[in-house]
């Protein structure tokens, strides 16, 4: 396979959480409002499971991705989910959807936990593994979060910016078009960390350590800092690859003015990058897969035309795929 053998996208879909959440209702519960959000993140409403499951939620997204795709879930040959809050450790969320979904034994199906970069390295993982087992034609990459289960409610810096959702596409290799990915990480666990609480001692251990609460702890001007020059050096250095900027910009969904620094500091027009933070908030995983499947189902991206897709966030890692929609 050539290095930069290009990817089509045959499917996309997602799936949010019945139930949604105001700023107004978060005003209930910490001490905030409406416009201070609203100005500051871009976000004004999220969805967070009430009964949904991490699992139940990107079966929906899932099967609305294989349904656009026009193909059999039996043509499924990889499996990728990407998610830091599934619903157990083993078995893995996409052996569940292989169960769930119908998909052959013979999938290869593993989980990515790289938070709010996970869908792309998923996405890059699922298609290297296309380019070197060409018996596998189509893989399903899902990236979906249940943020709610980390998120500190009393917290009001961080809890007004997260939500619950699911995001799948369905890909295929291209040989007519081209792709270019950069990635890259700085390991660290104190600008954006979220524990995990083993709630059952190990009874050997000699010097057993106090668990900490299972849930985010951010900084969040760090953080702000760290996206901003993380999302338009690895744009830059994928447009170098490619040779150009594309046609549209697909980024993590964390925080409006993120998106807007990052386009002003590359000389990009504004119009170039799709937002809809303002339903979900920033949902980590899911994000980028559900902006995805919004510009695909409201035709905002055309077949022919390129896109960018930029993902950044805890790890610390960041990551932005190129490729021909």
Known sequence: MKEHMGIRLCGTGSCVPAQTVTNDDMAKIVDTNDTWIRTRTGIENRHFADGETNLTITRKAAEQAIAMAGIAPSEIGVVVSATITGDTLVPSLACLLQRDLGLPETVF???VGAACTGFLFALHTARSLLCTMPEKRYALVTGSELLSRITNFTDRNTCVLFGDGAGAAVICLNPETAYYFDCG????TEVLYCPRNYELPNPFAQNPSEPEQQQVHMEGRA???????AIAGSIRRTAEQAGGF??????H????????TAAKQLKEPLEKFFLDIEKYGNTSAASIPLALDDCVRSGKIHRGETLMLSGFGGGLSYGTAYFTF
Do not use: K, L, S
């Open 109 to 111: 199906a593993f989980d």
């Open 185 to 188: 990480a700085q390991g660290n």
């Open 223 to 229: 953080v702000y800092t760290f996206a901003v020059q």
């Open 246 to 251: 594309p046609d549209h910009y697909i980024c």
């Open 253 to 260: 969904q964390a925080n409006a003015r993120i998106i807007q």
